[in-house]
């Protein structure tokens, strides 16, 4: 038997071990420089000096710094404060925009490129293909086309041109100033770095803002429910002029008004006209990738003003409190920029625009709710191939169709989809089923220069009718702007560019035909028909999204299917119940725990007990209703059994919108949810159709009935999730805001936040927690301007820094942190001040 | 490995860390072992000098800003937690000094030990 050769085994195990190193080392240097899957580059980022270590030495603020900005035309002195602001003090306007770029692309740079990006339709050169049907739907809506349409457009020479490209020039000063060390941990997760900021961005921040606040395809949506329940119904259900009246514009009644209507039986179409309808899903998520109906969604702005004379000080009191999507980092970055004589204003900013769109200076305070005017009609085409179309018919003539080639892009340049857009004259077309079908919608006109004019005027305005002036060539999204002053005046103007329809056509909710050129619009609104009120009598304006003028006074369309007033209504009730209202009333109000469809809701499930039949869970139900005091603060027990009630309520209540659509779906779903306020409007009627259950064929349900099956129904659901009624029960235990990181990396946001409010609250709280206030403010307009104001987040983007998320306690509590309004840069010194910032002119 | 020998090595992938970024750790390894060739081969050693360089490194960056925010947020983004992430910074180096030393040792083996180094 031959032995073994001891020399010849180790010769063999030294090579499989050297065979295994080898293969470690190229895997490490792999894993170290390439991206693998979700795993970044891991000695990119791993590195202690050059990867995301390093961005601990970016957390803080240095006490002095200074760097150079092309173009500059002297000096400019930044100070930080405390809140970490920036006091940006120019010598002019272009030079504080300039130093305004550079301190947000300092701060907050990876999210003004996705934001860009997200636009452009170009996520996926930055993320990879993951992200290509958000940029094949932000390419087919056409936001970066219309955008660089008007951008094209502007007069180099225009105020505007200037304001944009001054700070265009201070964000790319930064990026080309930038170390290694300075990337953002965003860039290092993805294997990227930043690129030029290009003017045109501020333009799609425009577009952006447009399809958040100004985006509508109501007639699509209503198409497919008037199919499934026939025109009279869906009128009702979603109706032009909203049941409740609580108007923006004061009407002079003082309260609110119901016009309570009966809400007509479902009157079903064709099978195949249905059919057709629900093809428009295509369509619906073609145009803005918008989910199908999710319901009421709990967000909403609040704004409102008093008068001196119902202020306890006798100054004007403003406040300010838009609500968003919330993210990390925060949408809003807030600053101060001083050039003498000029411009002294001090707000809130958006990431990729130099003007200060909520904020005040010396004279006046000002500050947005969204109007959500329809600014959107929808036209049904007639082309000449149904598949690759050339041309569409208008007016009996074939006109060429506008075609755009949109190449979506992988990191590397690789082409990942190709899409062929439409243009009619009016917009972009999508097809859907047997159709084409374009739209018309005024984000797609809305020039940047008008925004920026708009905002550049009102920063500098001396009062609030000079705020108004400078403010009426914004063309949208539509807002309803509010202004105070220091010489005690308010006033609202909601503002943008309103189409005028023809008087023959359809009426802005239904599907126009797109074969007559009679049925395009008209015109515009002239400013002096815009809802609008100035130092009313009643001595306080406020608007929180609802119809801003009662049709009583105004009928002509202006939108349809406006959110139930139920904030309006509880601003309106806490402002006529105070006559000397102060600073810290305004706050309070802002996270008030009470909701005015708690009352009409939580009386009608109380009420529905009458003469009932035993049903142990829902007398339990009522027992809990009873002992609650219609609030939805943090320790109430009460208030997740009455959300699941309403909840219970209005799934059996429009349980005829539901329709099963694909075979992929399980189980049915609604097309289209009435909100809340017309739900209220179906209690007024017990023996209304709309009550019965479809699925229960032999017996014909009432109001009462479907009430106690909803509120016995939320009890059991209740008690199976979270036990019996206790402590498990607490609101801040069931509901909370969750504001996630723009790559929606759990590590880097911040889940389940308790808070205070519930659906129809000022800050309502509900849902999945993802919108809520994105940036609160009130400001006395006295003979000194004070303020106060906070926001969900940080300034800082470096989610190492401590200035990530430091406002979310203050937030989170309702509490607002005192604005510093320095005059000059001298007075922010010791515990105040920061640090300091200086920029001096460098070569171009 | 002889202490001034392993300090020296470690100061080396320290400044190449610096100077040049992560992967120079593998390539003075690399370099290392090429130049004691012949001698007995002290992988562990270098694996240990890369981490220790590393080590290092994290110790400087703590004196600049708040490494324990750093390591939660990475350890987040990571899922291996705060000091996993510590642990998985200074195994990254080691291992990429680690194997190049095994793999450079192997591959000149053969070259005499007395060519000029």
């Known amino acids: 038997m031959q032995r073994p050769n001891p020399r010849r085994g180790s010769t063999t195990t030294s090579t499989a071990t050297a065979l295994l190193a080898g293969g470690l080392l190229l895997g490490l240097l792999w894993v170290g420089a390439r991206a693998t899957g979700p795993i970044p580059p891991l000695g990119r980022l791993l590195d202690p000096v050059h990867g995301a270590w390093a961005l601990a030495a970016r957390a803080n603020l240095p006490a002095t710094e200074s760097h150079t900005i092309p173009g500059l035309s002297a000096a400019v002195d930044v100070r930080f404060d405390d809140r970490s602001v920036p006091h940006i003090f120019a010598p002019t306007v272009a030079d504080a925009y300039r130093a305004l770029g550079w ?10 490129e996705l934001q860009a990006r997200a636009v452009a339709g170009t996520l996926a050169e930055l993320a990879g293909p993951r992200t290509k049907a958000l940029d094949r739907e932000a390419r087919a809506i056409g936001l970066a086309w219309g955008a660089e349409k008007t951008f094209a457009a502007l007069n180099p020479q225009s105020p505007a041109a200037r304001a944009i490209n001054a700070y265009a020039e201070g964000v790319n000063a930064y990026i080309a100033q930038m170390s290694p060390g300075d990337l953002p941990l965003e860039y290092r997760l993805l294997g990227a770095t930043p690129q030029p900021w290009k003017p045109v961005y501020t333009a799609y921040l425009q577009a952006r803002m447009g399809l958040t606040l100004a985006y509508s395809d109501g007639e699509l949506r209503r198409e497919q ?19 409740l009246q609580e108007p923006i514009q004061p009407n002079g009644q003082h309260t609110t008004r119901a016009d309570w209507q009966r809400i007509p039986a479902p009157q079903p179409a064709s099978a195949e006209k249905l059919a057709q309808a629900l093809e428009l899903d295509g369509a619906i998520a073609k145009f ?51 050039v003498p004589d000029t411009l002294d204003s001090y707000g809130v900013t958006l990431l990729g625009s130099p003007l200060i769109p909520i904020g005040f200076n010396r004279n006046v305070a000002w500050t947005a709710t969204n109007t959500g005017a329809d600014v ?12 690759h179309p050339t041309s569409y018919t208008l007016d009996g003539a074939w006109k060429p169709l506008l075609v755009r080639i949109e190449t979506v892009r992988g990191p590397h340049g690789e082409p990942l989809a190709t899409d062929t857009i439409y243009h009619t004259h009016r ?22 220069v008008t925004a920026l004019s708009a905002f550049g005027q009102a920063n500098q305005a001396a009062s609030v009718s000079d705020l108004m002036r400078g403010i009426a060539t914004y063309e949208g999204p539509a807002q309803n702007f509010l202004a105070a002053d220091r010489g005690g005046h308010i006033g609202i103007r909601s503002t943008a560019k309103y189409p005028i329809r023809p008087a023959t056509a359809a009426r802005g909710d239904a599907l126009a035909d797109g074969s007559s050129s009679a049925n395009d619009w008209q015109g515009w609104w002239p400013v ?24 009583k006074v105004d009928g002509r369309y202006f939108g349809w299917d406006w959110p139930a007033p139920w904030r309006a209504m509880r601003i309106n009730a806490l402002l006529r119940a105070d006559s000397a209202v102060t600073p810290d009333a305004m706050r309070r109000y802002q996270t008030d725990p009470r909701s005015e469809q708690t009352n009409i809701f939580a009386d009608a499930f109380l009420a529905s007990a009458a003469g009932s039949p035993a049903n142990p869970s829902f007398e339990q139900g009522i027992r809990q209703l009873q002992k609650w005091d219609r609030t939805f603060t943090k320790d109430n027990e009460q208030a997740v059994l009455f959300e699941a009630a309403l909840d219970e309520l209005t799934r059996r209540a429009w349980d005829e919108l539901s329709v099963t659509g694909a075979p992929s779906e ?69 509901r909370f805001a969750n504001i996630y990181h723009l790559l929606r990396l759990p590590a880097l946001s911040r889940l389940r936040i308790p808070m205070q409010g519930g659906p129809g609250t000022l800050s309502p709280s509900a849902g999945d927690g993802t919108h809520g206030a994105s940036w609160r403010m009130v400001v006395e307009l006295g003979p000194e301007v004070r303020a106060w104001g906070t926001y969900p987040g940080g300034q800082s983007g470096n989610p190492m820094s401590a200035r990530y998320a430091d406002r979310l306690p203050q937030w989170a509590s309702g509490a607002l942190d005192t604005l510093r309004f320095p005059h000059t840069a001298a007075e922010l010194r010791g515990a105040t001040l920061r640090s300091t910032l200086t920029f001096t002119p460098g070569a171009r | 490995m002889r202490p001034m020998r392993f300090a020296l090595l470690t100061v080396a992938m320290a400044a190449g860390t610096m100077a040049a970024g992560w992967w120079t750790v593998a390539a003075i390894a690399a370099g290392w072992s090429l130049l004691t060739r012949g001698e007995r081969a002290h992988h562990i050693s270098v694996a240990t000098s890369a981490a220790l360089s590393w080590a290092l490194l994290l110790g400087v960056m703590s004196l600049r ?24 910074t200074l195994l990254f180096p080691a291992l990429l000094a680690g194997s190049a030393s095994v793999v450079t040792s192997a591959l000149f083996r053969r070259l005499p030990a007395d060519l000029p180094r």
Do not use: C
Request: charged share 20%.
């Open chain 1, 427 to 448: 917009g972009p077309m999508v097809h859907s089923g047997a159709r084409w079908i374009s739209r018309r919608w005024t984000i797609l006109d809305a020039s940047v």
């Open chain 1, 376 to 387: 959107a009609d929808y036209y049904v085409e007639t082309v000449d191939n149904a598949t």
């Open chain 1, 225 to 243: 429910v008037q199919a499934l329940i026939g025109k009279a119904a869906t009128a009702a259900l979603f109706p032009v002029d909203a049941p």
């Open chain 1, 666 to 734: 399980d189980r049915p779903r609604r097309v289209a949810t009435p909100n809340s306020m017309i739900l209220a409007e179906l209690l007024q009627d017990p023996k209304n159709p709309w009550w019965d259950n479809r699925s229960t064929p032999t017996v014909v349900e009432d109001r009462d009935m479907i009430l106690r099956a909803s509120l016995a129904a939320a009890y059991d659901r209740t008690v199976k999730t979270l036990g019996n009624p206790g402590p498990a029960w607490r609101w801040d235990r069931n």
């Open chain 1, 288 to 338: 803005a990738g918008l989910p199908r109906d999710a319901g009421e969604i709990a967000v909403g702005s609040n704004n409102w003003a008093v008068a001196p004379s119902r202020t306890a000080a006798g100054h004007a009191l403003l406040s300010g409190d838009p609500h968003l999507a919330l993210s990390l980092p925060s949408i809003w970055y807030e600053a101060h920029l001083v």
């Open chain 1, 103 to 112: 301190v947000h692309a300092r701060d907050r740079l990876f999210q003004m």
């Open chain 2, 65 to 88: 800003g708040p490494l324990a925010r750093v390591s939660e947020v990475l350890g987040g983004i990571i899922p291996v937690g705060t000091l996993g992430i510590f642990a998985v």
């Open chain 1, 528 to 551: 002096s028909d815009f809802p609008q009120s100035f130092d009313p009598a009643q001595g306080y304006i406020a608007s929180a999204n609802q119809q801003p003028k009662d049709p």
